[in-house]
């Protein structure tokens, strides 16, 4: 799923190509995409984009006369910038947006549809959708650690939790963690000064690293590899290659449709955690340690 670093760099692409022209058309491939009825694709005819905004992982587009769209890509969506009136291809594209200059196609990969959008009248309407999590890059130290703190829960969990942080997903997470040097499952009440000042660092320095890579990655071209996947990654996505900073195999933890990735010897002091499905069927042939291992 796109987040933060992805998003920002989606919105400022988006930037130098529509703000100011007019959205001639709203074309729907899949009428599912679109979450709404009122206000009607229609009404948003030859109104200019005034700007554009991050809410979460939501990308947010302000129209004249108080016109939003709201998308969320969620796990599969991207985004396309092809030349005007572009042909939107059958087996993934969901909905394009026809500007004077070009086509906004957005796409979706896999047989499930849970990429959205919602068109909305006010900017309160517009902003209900922030589900209200501090922004990473915006808060200070104190407000990091009573937000974390607020509730006993693991700290993958917490960073991924919209509510308390805006815009981190199950990727930067896990870079996140590997920086920091701390467990996924550690609980979030158990952290010390030392650890929540760790944390806090990394979650900035994380999210601003990756920002400007994918920047000079994209530089005045649009971003076209948006993948949860990154090379360069040093945990997230690389199961059983070596650790960039101890070469010890990355390990995993597998959960419905995410996983977990951290380095056992960074991490969690050489122990390997239990997988719900692997470690429950090897019983009592789990390794304990990437030693062991």
């Known amino acids: ?49 005034l700007g ?42 969901l909905a394009a947006f026809d500007f004077p200059n070009g086509t906004l196609l957005l796409t979706e990969a896999g047989s499930k549809r849970r990429a959205s959008i919602h068109l909305e009248k006010g900017e309160a309407a517009a902003l209900a959708h922030d589900r209200g999590g501090l922004e990473p890059l915006q808060m200070t130290n104190d407000q990091f650690r009573e937000a974390l703190t607020r509730e006993r829960h693991t700290i993958k969990r917490t960073l991924t939790d919209p509510h308390v942080f805006s815009g981190i997903g199950n990727s930067y997470s896990d ?35 990756w920002t400007d890579r994918l920047r000079e990655e994209t530089g005045d071209g649009f971003p076209e590899k948006v993948t949860a996947f990154r090379e360069g990654m040093a945990v997230h996505g690389r199961y059983g290659k070596p650790c960039p900073d101890c070469g010890a195999p990355v390990q995993h933890i597998v959960y419905a449709e995410n996983e977990t990735n951290y380095c056992a010897r960074c991490q969690t002091g050489g122990k ?18 990437i030693d062991e291992l």
């Open 1 to 49: 799923m796109p987040e933060l670093p992805d998003v920002t760099v989606y919105i400022e692409a988006l930037e130098k190509r529509i703000v100011g022209q007019p959205l001639q058309k709203l074309r729907l491939a899949n009428p599912f995409v679109l979450r709404t009825v009122v206000p009607a694709p229609a009404e948003l005819a030859n109104k200019k984009v």
């Open 272 to 289: 390997l955690l239990a997988d719900r499905s692997l470690s429950r069927l090897l019983n009592s042939d789990w390794p304990k340690s």
């Open 175 to 209: 870079e996140i963690l590997h920086r920091a040097r701390l467990s996924p499952v550690q609980m979030t009440t158990n952290l010390d000064e030392a650890e929540l000042v760790r944390l806090f660092h990394a979650v900035r320095e994380t999210l601003e690293i």
């Open 52 to 93: 554009l905004r991050r809410l979460g992982k939501r990308i947010v587009l302000e129209l004249e006369e108080d016109y939003f769209i709201v998308i969320h890509l969620m796990i599969a969506g991207r985004f396309r910038w092809l030349a005007s009136n572009a042909k939107i291809p059958g087996k993934l594209g």
